[in-house]
């Protein structure tokens, strides 16, 4: 799996100071146009340097090709003549949360290639985040927060669709989202939830789903980096994995997922320098 390196916070700072930090006197207005706090933020800019994720005012970013030397690296449980055989196609490029096209642009391409392709297959193809994308006709393109009343938690997060492209065909997607639950008892809690995978059907058979595995694999470590440098001193960190897949490979996905979060995890254990934040074993609660 691809490694990068771990550092800093560079505060110590508490809940309240990162909420005054955050904060900073700025405001937002609800419907009624009543100016309300705006929600603070753990996770910011600055703690995702050196990784291939970004956050930018569009919310997480990532735009990278997935090609061969990915595949060896981060693999698992697939044979080397395998890895061979995806060798000679072009590297897919993976976006998170693409620019053009929109998810109802997405969606009608899948549509259109399952209709042309395997019209009797049986899948809700836009389940998941990029249904929920195409309600609101737009990508989730803030990491956003609230806090729960009553409960002392403050939740940040974003929905990601990371499509997948040879040329300007789109050969599928992976979407979920991922979610960080901060508690005043210092307890954090970093949920990752893939809702779906699809590879168009005449792409299947070539490596694409590995692919989107291995990039929504980068997010996801860049992300559990980004939280370990984010969290205030003495925080206790949990991660989870929910993959309640159906569908034919969801298995194989949602263990390299955790896989990749459990190689996070033992890369800030071993090698990060803020001991004062204990780190959990990542856990996944799957329906397979």
Known sequence: MRTTGIGRSGSGRSVEECAQEQAGGAGEKDSGGIAVRRRPLFVQKKHFRECATQLRKGGLYLDIRIGEVDRQICAIDVSERRLLSF????AMRAVLNPERPGPVGVLRSLRRAKRHEKPKERINVGHGEL???CANGEYDRVWTSRDEEGEGEHVEGQGLVMTGFDGRSIVGYMGGHISLHVYRDKTAWL???PSLVYVIP???GQGYGMDLSIAWGYVCGDVFQAVYRALPEGYTLQSQVYADYESFGGEKIGRYIHGCLECARDMAHECGERKSITLEPV???AGF
């Open 131 to 133: 249904s929920n994308c």
């Open 283 to 285: 856990g996944l609660d």
């Open 191 to 193: 949920h990752v939830e």
């Open 87 to 90: 060798g000679n196609r072009t």
């Open 202 to 204: 005449s792409r299947r």
